[in-house]
């Protein structure tokens, strides 16, 4: 089998947990698919673009992170296996306010917002495609308050070992300073609490 193939029976398998489709539906579904490679450090969306898709992880990384005051504030990662967007700015068709950026080379499938608009209007993707995306929300509405309730009942190396447990080889694939931005701690915190832990360093 091909990669594109194996990709699009990866996408398949992992949209279980949203939605089903038959064989005529994904057919018609995965008409409106496009494959692309983001090398590291390259853009998903900038802040003050209008986000055009949402796209499945194949393989590879990305970070959320804002600008403010000229610093660079990591708040969010998405792996191999994830659903990536900037769902508001999808959604609304307003700026977006965050940058997303792979952080290595990272294998996308993805839809556009007009190709959601044509499958919606399809009555044979139309219900699917609702409950798609109503799913793929109450998904980032469960992350976002799982991440606000860690940061007010958990201490950073709490946090800092729920991400080591996460599956995800965090560790081994995001730099250090990114990884304590995101837990709200220094780089030095950080480092003080792998040596708690007794973790060896790992990236910089």
């Known amino acids: 089998m091909d990669p ?4 699009l029976d990866l996408f398949r398998e992992n949209l279980v947990k949203f939605v089903t489709f038959n064989d ?23 802040a003050g673009q209008v986000c055009d898709e949402i796209s499945f992880i194949v393989s590879g990384s990305v ?10 504030i990591s708040n969010y990662f998405c792996f191999d296996h994830e659903l990536v967007s900037s769902y508001k700015s999808f959604l609304t068709r307003q700026p977006n306010i965050v940058y997303v950026q792979a952080l290595e080379s990272t294998q996308l499938i993805s839809f ?7 499958m919606l209007k399809n009555e044979k993707l139309a219900y699917k495609m609702e ?10 509405i469960c992350c976002y308050e799982d991440r606000l309730t860690a940061f007010i ?3 950073p190396e709490e946090r800092y070992l729920q991400l080591l ?3 995800t080889m965090i560790m081994q694939r995001i730099p250090q300073h990114y990884i304590a931005q995101f837990l709200g ?4 915190s950080l480092s003080r609490i792998r040596k708690r832990i007794c973790l060896p360093e790992v990236k910089g």
């Open 4 to 7: 594109l193939n194996q990709s």
């Open 165 to 167: 447990n996460s599956g």
């Open 185 to 188: 701690i220094t780089p030095v």
């Open 112 to 118: 556009t917002h007009s190709s959601l608009q044509q």
């Open 63 to 72: 970070r959320f992170y804002h600008v403010k005051n000229g610093e660079e």
């Open 131 to 140: 409950r798609f995306g109503r799913l793929i929300a109450e998904h980032l």
């Open 24 to 46: 005529e539906e994904w057919l018609l579904f995965s008409q409106h698919l496009q494959y692309k490679t983001l090398k590291k450090k390259d853009f998903f969306i900038k």
């Open 153 to 155: 009942i958990q201490t």
